[in-house]
C-alpha cells in the first residue's frame, strides 16, 4: 500500500535498524496525511507479512530490513533534497529522545546531522561528529573515530567562512585517530596537512603537535 510504501522509505533513512518510537515521530511530521497510531503499526505489519521487516526485540519495539539489498534501494530511490531534509529530521528526533543521556548514541546523532548539514545545521554536525570521535577513541574504536573526524571535516567545509583553527584541530584529531588504527600512512599525509594549515595560520602549537605525530 501507499502508506507502507512511505513508512519503508522514511524508514530506510533512519538505518538498517529502527525504533518505532522514532519512526512514529519522524513519520508523524510528514506529509498531508500522516501516517501513525493503528495506521502506522499496520503498515508495519503489512511490511512484516511480506517479509520485507522483521521485528527485532518486541520489548524495545525495534525493527530491521530483512535484506540490505531492500533498504538500500529504498534509501537510494529518494531525492537528495528529500533524502537531507529526513536525514536532519531524524537527527532532531533522536536529540530530543536522547537529551538526558545522549552519549551512547553519538554515532547516530553525528550521522544523521552530518548527512543533514546541507540543509540544516553545520555547526550542530561538526559538534555531534567530534563528540563521536572522541568517544570513539574513548572507546578504543580508532577506524570508528577516524571515520567521524572525515565527517566533521566534510561538515566544515560546508561553514562560510571555513574555521580554520578548527580545522587544524581535526586534522590533529584524525590522524592520532589513523595512526592508533594501524594506518600509518593516511596518518603521516593527515599530519602534514594539519603542520602545513599551522604554518598558514601561525599556530605554534598546532605545528609541534602535527611534527610530533
Given at each position: 500500500s501507499d502508506a507502507c510504501n512511505r513508512v519503508l522509505t522514511i524508514a530506510s533513512v533512519i538505518g538498517r535498524e529502527f525504533e518505532l518510537r522514532v519512526l512514529e515521530r519522524v513519520v508523524g511530521a510528514h506529509g498531508d496525511a500522516p501516517v501513525t497510531g493503528d495506521r502506522l503499526l499496520e503498515a508495519l505489519e503489512e511490511a512484516a507479512g511480506a517479509r520485507v521487516i522483521v521485528e527485532v526485540s518486541r520489548a524495545a519495539d525495534r525493527y530491521s530490513f530483512t535484506h540490505a539489498l531492500i533498504w538500500e534501494t529504498l534509501y537510494e530511490e529518494l531525492s537528495t533534497t528529500r533524502r537531507v531534509r529526513l536525514h536532519r529530521q531524524i537527527g532532531e528526533v533522536l536529540e530530543g529522545l536522547y537529551a538526558a543521556n545522549p552519549?551512547?548514541?553519538?554515532?547516530?546523532?553525528a550521522y544523521h546531522f552530518s548527512e543533514g548539514a546541507q540543509g540544516g545545521d553545520v555547526d550542530k554536525a561538526i559538534d555531534y561528529t567530534t563528540r563521536a570521535g572522541e568517544r570513539a577513541t574513548s572507546l578504543t574504536a580508532y577506524e570508528d573515530a577516524a571515520s567521524h573526524y572525515e565527517r566533521a571535516?566534510?561538515?566544515?567545509?560546508?561553514k562560510e567562512p571555513p574555521d580554520e583553527e578548527q580545522r587544524c584541530e581535526l586534522l590533529l584529531a584524525l590522524g592520532e585517530a589513523q595512526?592508533?588504527?594501524g594506518d600509518r600512512d593516511r596518518a603521516k599525509e593527515t599530519f602534514r596537512q594539519a603542520a602545513d594549515l599551522s604554518r598558514k595560520l601561525g599556530t605554534a602549537d598546532c605545528l609541534a603537535r602535527a611534527a610530533l605525530g
Open positions: 552519549e551512547p548514541h553519538l554515532a547516530a546523532l571535516l566534510q561538515a566544515l567545509e560546508l595512526n592508533k588504527a
